[in-house]
């Protein structure tokens, strides 16, 4: 198989994993406004918490913005083990993180694919650019209340998981953090951290286990689709960059915004207020 032809193929697991949800050699991928990939994350085995950062500044010296969390997403030791490494699952101790997202995102829209746009491979250099279209319809709702100025808040409950299958294998793929990098009035930018584990099907053992960092770009063009430019960058186990991805998919609106009450299991009117006092803006909860 030809290089050009692995990394494809590497790939489209990835590529088959961000489709499921809301979806460089030597420097990080950068996205939009100096915002960039990790250069680095912390083993697995050596994660007490996942989640986010009170705050995106990071300390002089640190590459990750994974290094501490506040956040109770503590990892449990599985009975599994692969090459002699014990390996992680996340346990499912669930909490609402909220955002505010531009009135004209709020609402559901659906896509019928994504397109990759290039995949590198980190450890050779070998950069595939292409324009191959993977098919993928979906549809996804964005917004969940509004403030009484009438701005419009996304409500995002982690970890939040989405398994597959991909060949004989079972695919978990476990976003365990996700923050607000920019926002304004044409868009904003998330960071979102993954646990992927894949485990066969026939016998249950997990087969691999690593991590992944997307950095998405949502945006709207002029004939009012919804666009979500996304760079995508899989780490090892330990933490190593392996590949960096892009893709691009559009989404087409299909009803307006309706706040929701409710989202699993969560009370999401009084989680938004909870949410609004404790940074301050109580005058905002409806």
Known sequence: MSLSLAIKSSFCLLVLFLSLLWSMPGRAETI????SHAEYMPPLSSQQNFGQQSSGQQSSGQQSPYQQSPYPGQLLSSSATRYGQQYYQPKLQKYVEWFQIPNWMAGTWSKQGDMTLSATDLNTGYRSNQQSWV????VVTFGHQVDKQGGIWQANVLPAETDSMSGSKMVRFMAVSRRLEAADQSGLVTRTHYVITETSA???QIADQFQQESLNHYGILQDGELVNRSSNRVFSYAGRPMRDGNLESRFNRVSAFSPRTELDGF???ASFKQYLNSIG???LAP
């Open 135 to 138: 098919d993928n319809r979906m």
């Open 267 to 269: 009370d999401l009117v």
């Open 281 to 283: 803006r109580g005058d």
């Open 202 to 204: 026939g016998t249950g």
């Open 32 to 35: 939009q406004g100096g915002i």
